[in-house]
């Protein structure tokens, strides 16, 4: 089975540009996250959904950050416009909530989009 | 609000031997999950082991064993054997129904495994 896919892998933009990043979750997964990883700040819980509802986006730095989830088999983070402080590695991961039986439902990570804004 | 605190930034280890990587959280829920992923140089993230606060035993996974200590809100992750292949950066998170389904994350410890 396919994992997390993320694309790009790696995004390389001028600040001031709009800038997408893309996330394809496991099939059959209902909760969906956007985090973001620097040095300074270590690994951050931007945004997550819930059957494709945002549920909690207290994670989302400003209003230059907005994330959708149109189906439960992708999701896109935009950051428009960008600037240079938002250079990081952002990680989108999946998991099954609610599983019978299961009480923990551990997150599968994407291999990650490293952002890069000069 | 939850918290995860990982107080040691490195730690080195000779191979085949074992290391134990800290782990302390404090919430006021008092149903809670606990998390170890692995992240190496290639950058992803590997989910490891995981212990419920309800749990009665110590989750053990192959070679990694969690050393959980409700008492003290400790949930150390103990290596055993370790491999070349065991270098990377660890991380300790936390879920909380207070905090919905996400999970915080500590710091991390990034750990060398030497010859």
Sequence with gaps: DAGVIQSPRHEVTEMGQEVTLRCKPISGHNSLFWYRQTMMRGLELLIYFNNNVPIDDSGMPEDRFSAKMPNASFSTLKIQPSEPRDSAVYFCASSLAGLAGRSYNEQFFGPGTRLTVL | ?115
């Design chain 2, 1 to 115: 609000a939850q918290k995860i605190t990982q107080t040691q930034p490195g730690m080195f280890v000779q191979e085949k031997e074992a290391v134990t990587l800290d782990c302390t959280y404090d919430t006021s829920d008092p149903s809670y999950g606990l998390f170890w992923y692995k992240q190496p140089s290639s950058g992803e993230m590997i989910f490891l082991i995981y212990q419920g606060s309800y749990d009665q035993q110590n989750a053990t996974e192959g070679r990694y064993s969690l050393n959980f200590q409700k008492a003290r809100k400790s949930a150390n992750l103990v290596i055993s054997a370790s491999q070349l292949g065991d270098s990377a950066m660890y991380f300790c998170a936390m879920r909380a129904p207070g905090g919905g389904n996400k999970l915080t994350f500590g710091t991390g410890t990034q750990l060398k495994v030497e010859l």
